[in-house]
């Protein structure tokens, strides 16, 4: 079966700071990768996703970026957080079958900036 | 803009009574619909899939679909305290090869012993 993993759960930064959180999905190939924010009490925003290695669609500009080096993994980097960048970081992955596949998330990480 | 539309609640429901969750979508070429539960503090779980029009039911849940209403709906018969949660209602796109969902900002349901 399939799992995902993100690392870590929680993490305080102060602003001005880097930022990396990882996600890696096993027991599939080829998943299509997301990262979505939740600030508090608030929706899901989407900010990153992608289709393969080295494919990343930016749906909303801001101070964060995504790569996807291998198959399985996503990575979300800030190089300076800011205050705004606190919320609910959640990676989600779907079978590549063409859309209209249900997404499935990992646990999360909450991150808070001082 | 693609919308998902959900009333925010709080909805608050006796314990063993029918939960009734309501969510409307804008893009009328939509053609998935999911259901999600998170509980406080935790990631979104998906309880419940549906692709065409009409009832899909599992165990307590059951996700009805109107595409010609644009309208999708989640009940959940024999509510327990368990249930309480917030309830995200997805939807997917109308274009083969599209890969992103639209969420709801979520019912928050609350069941009273």
């Known amino acids: ?83 705004s960048d606190s919320g609910f970081y959640l990676c989600a992955w779907s079978i590549d079958r063409g859309g209209n596949q249900p997404q499935h998330f990992g646990d999360g990480t909450r991150l808070s900036i001082l | 803009q693609k919308e998902v539309e959900q009333n925010s609640g709080p909805l608050s429901v006796p314990e063993g009574a029918i939960a009734s969750l309501n969510c409307t979508y804008s893009d009328r070429g939509s053609q998935s619909f999911f259901w999600y539960r998170q509980y406080s503090g935790k990631s979104p779980e998906l309880i419940m899939s549906i692709y065409s029009n009409g009832d899909k039911e599992d165990g307590r849940f059951t996700a009805q679909l109107n595409k010609a209403s644009q309208y999708v709906s989640l009940l959940i018969r024999d509510s327990q305290p368990s249930d309480s949660a917030t309830y995200l209602c997805a939807v997917g796109g109308a274009n083969f090869g599209n890969e992103k969902l639209t969420f709801g900002t979520g019912t928050r349901l609350t069941i009273i012993p």
């Open chain 1, 1 to 83: 079966s399939q799992t995902i993993h993100q690392w870590p759960a929680t993490l305080v930064q102060p602003v001005g700071s880097p930022l990396s959180l990882e996600c890696t999905v096993e027991g599939t190939s080829n998943p299509n990768l997301y990262w979505y924010r939740q600030a508090a009490g608030r929706g899901l925003q989407l900010l990153f996703y992608s289709v393969g290695i080295g494919q990343i669609s930016s749906e909303v500009p801001q101070n964060l970026s995504a790569s996807r080096p291998q198959d399985r993994q996503f990575i979300l980097s800030s190089k300076k957080l800011l205050l």
